[in-house]
């Protein structure tokens, strides 16, 4: 497929992004995303908040919608992601890295989904009163509290998101979802070992309930690592797709694009509070570090994404797919 054929199926086509986390205050972020097209997001509002906090940040993107109504629009069914897509804005889906928002009060999954909440990840790195993250000590799996919450999610209409869930916690919410659910920004760890990409067992569950994989771009997650380019970052595409099958696949490319030190160090907290933590001892720098694929490295740049996957043979219907396709018809599943 010529260049310009790539860049027009682009164009024409929903893309969708599993995961951003930049800076809000930012406005090269807005500009970023629009200038790459980019149809809708998976915008995290809550990391290690807690339910004030989290209200406060709802309250902020009020604001950013009144402010920013000619580039953004707030997600909250399929049909507002195709008006996006229509109107040319980039449509935002409030989501969560931890369910700790709720703390211990499971009627606020039905507080903050009318309040346009869509995607909420059951626990990020750690332990909470749902479950283990990928760097606890130990798994024990979904607690009680944690399996009526994925059940609750399920009757609101709210994707369970896994990312950065440990295995058996992972598990166990996939077998006990009566819906579909994601991994909204992840690798195989066959691909590439670490610890937060995700065993073909879990891989294999999650697509043969109908879920969707957003392969992470951020090349910490590559295994060419800080040498990545966008054609890597297919490579690790196409070793997804031969995991889970074409129709599982999207793109959840986890941009912290204009992320300050302060940003690093209270995700990269135990708890959000201690630092340096158990899983992240200080010295990475990561905010001096290019952490995106040379060719990808900000939202502008994702239509070269299209050129580089018909570059590898796909088709016009798989990358449709992988651009934004794979989500939507996930979305229209969960949501409704």
């Not at 790459?36 to 309250?59: H, M, P, Q």
């Not at 070269?304 to 939507?328: F, M, Q, T, V, Y």
Request: with cysteine; charged share 25%; proline share 3%.
């Amino acid at each position: 497929m010529p260049p310009q054929d790539a860049r027009k199926l682009y164009d024409e086509s929903l893309v969708i992004d599993g995961l951003n986390v930049s800076n809000w205050d930012s406005p090269a972020v807005y500009e970023s995303l629009s200038l790459g097209g980019v149809t809708a997001i998976n915008a995290t509002i809550a990391t290690w908040e807690g339910f004030a906090e989290t209200l406060d940040n709802i309250s902020a993107w009020a604001l950013r919608f009144k402010e920013r109504s000619d580039s953004i629009t707030l997600v909250e069914t399929v049909d507002d992601i195709l008006e996006a897509k229509r109107s040319g804005r980039t449509g935002i889906i409030l989501g969560w890295q931890n369910a700790t928002p709720i703390e211990n009060n499971l009627d606020r999954l039905g507080l903050f989904h009318r309040l346009g909440v869509r995607i909420v990840q059951v626990t990020y790195h750690e332990r909470n009163l749902l479950g283990n993250g990928c760097y606890e000590r130990r798994d024990d799996g979904l607690s009680h509290f944690g399996t009526d919450a994925v059940a609750e999610m399920n009757r609101l209409g709210i994707l369970v998101d896994l990312s950065h869930v440990g295995e058996k916690t992972t598990l166990d919410a996939i077998e006990t979802s009566r819906k579909p659910v994601a991994f909204t920004h992840a690798n195989a760890r066959a691909y590439h070992d670490v610890v937060r990409n995700k065993t073909d067992e879990a891989l294999r569950a999650l697509a043969d309930r109908g879920g969707v994989v957003g392969v992470t771009s951020i090349v910490t997650f590559l295994r060419t690592g800080y040498e990545s380019t966008v054609d890597d970052y297919v490579e690790a595409i196409d070793d997804m797709v031969g995991r889970v099958g074409i129709d599982h696949v999207g793109i959840g490319t986890d941009y912290t694009q204009d992320q300050p030190e302060s940003f690093w160090r209270y995700i990269g907290s135990q708890q959000g509070t201690k630092y340096p933590s158990t899983f992240d001892d200080g010295t990475a720098r990561y905010q001096d570090r290019q952490l995106y694929p040379k060719g990808l490295e900000t939202p502008d740049k994702l239509p070269n994404l299209a050129d580089a996957l018909a570059r590898r043979g796909r088709g016009s219907p798989e990358i449709e797919k992988i651009l934004g396709g794979n989500w939507l018809r996930l979305f229209r599943d969960v949501w409704a």
